[in-house]
């Protein structure tokens, strides 16, 4: 994954940048798997992987596929800026329990009750589904709606132009 | 036809061939994410983009027109609204029925039951908005560069 993100950042041709994205998308949908979160994986790999990869390509046959370089004197302030972000982020992660702790404060709060309970209240095989269906709900209710809105914001935004050519394309057409 | 067109179309007959093998799998995967979500891994999502993947690909080689002839717009358009319908229906139903918001317990009248067939009805409206979200998105972006 290193290697890839260093390539992602090197590489100045955007075509192969999206296909390494694909790429990234897809290893962390194997470390997923390997952390026993099948679920996420399985989203990381229809969503990160395959979808977003198509439309980023989808992006690129509207716009360019050539980065635009920029100067020098910019880069330094920018590495400074991220290597303290990076730091920040590594000592936040410093205080965090370890993985797979029994007594990390998340296994602590609701998750047992979920885990104990929903064999007699939900009954169903996949934990997983039962907490993001019933017991949490209205987030997926939410997140339902988000999806929506941003179907709604492209076709807002770029869906509807493309009507509005056609009818000058034929008003040109006829004029000609 | 021009000389170089041909060779084009000689050098899909493999991806067109191996594509509309492909393509019903996809969308019985994708159906099988979505009904199976309860007993392994998977659900609405997953299954929304798998069954939209299988129409982007046909997209991808046949061309927007004909996807385009096979979804028409107002079932993608109107598949976004009533997945959206189907997820909130759900709870006002419960609210009807006498419980809270989304409290599935009120739509059988054993408590677990309830919960199946609503988890089945939710996970349903989240994979059918899902999967029009993403047919519309891309078709938006990929109809546009077309003269």
């Known amino acids: ?176 | 036809m021009k000389r170089a067109d041909m060779r084009i179309m000689q050098h899909r007959v493999i991806l067109r061939v191996i594509s509309k093998f492909l393509i019903p799998f996809i969308l019985l995967f994708g159906l099988y994410v979505q009904w199976h979500g309860d007993f392994g891994p998977g659900g609405g999502f997953q299954a929304g983009v798998i069954f939209a993947a299988a129409f982007i690909l046909y997209a991808l080689i046949f061309g927007v027109d004909k996807t385009r002839q096979a979804v028409p717009a107002w079932i993608t358009r109107g598949g976004l609204a009533v997945g959206v319908l189907i997820y909130a229906g759900v709870g006002v139903a419960t609210l009807f029925l006498g419980e809270n918001f989304l409290d599935y317990n009120a739509l059988a009248h054993d408590p677990i039951h309830g919960q199946h067939l609503g988890i089945l009805l939710v996970e349903l409206g989240v994979g059918v908005t899902v999967c029009c979200a993403m047919i519309t998105i891309f078709i938006a972006f990929t109809g546009r560069g077309r003269k």
Do not use: C, W
Request: no cysteine.
């Open chain 1, 1 to 176: 994954m290193l290697i890839t993100a260093f390539a992602i950042i090197r590489i100045r041709y955007l075509f192969s940048v999206v296909i390494l994205t694909g790429l990234f998308s897809l290893l962390a949908a194997a470390i997923y798997v390997l952390m026993d979160a099948v679920d996420v994986a399985f989203t990381e790999a229809a969503v990160g992987a395959g979808v977003s990869t198509v439309l980023m390509l989808g992006t690129l046959a509207l716009t360019t596929t050539e980065e635009k370089t920029t100067s020098k004197s910019r880069a330094v302030p920018a590495a400074i800026l991220s290597i303290i972000t990076g730091a920040v982020l590594i000592y936040g992660t410093l205080e965090m329990p370890n993985y797979g702790d029994g007594k990390a404060p998340i296994h602590q709060h609701v998750a047992p009750r979920y885990l104990n309970q929903s064999a007699q209240e939900i009954d169903l095989p996949n934990v997983v589904t039962s907490v993001l269906a019933s017991y949490r709900g209205y987030d997926t209710l939410g997140e339902t709606f988000v999806i929506f809105t941003a179907a709604m914001g492209v076709l807002a935004i770029i869906g509807r132009g493309r009507r509005r050519r056609k009818k000058e394309d034929v008003e040109r057409e006829a004029k000609t």
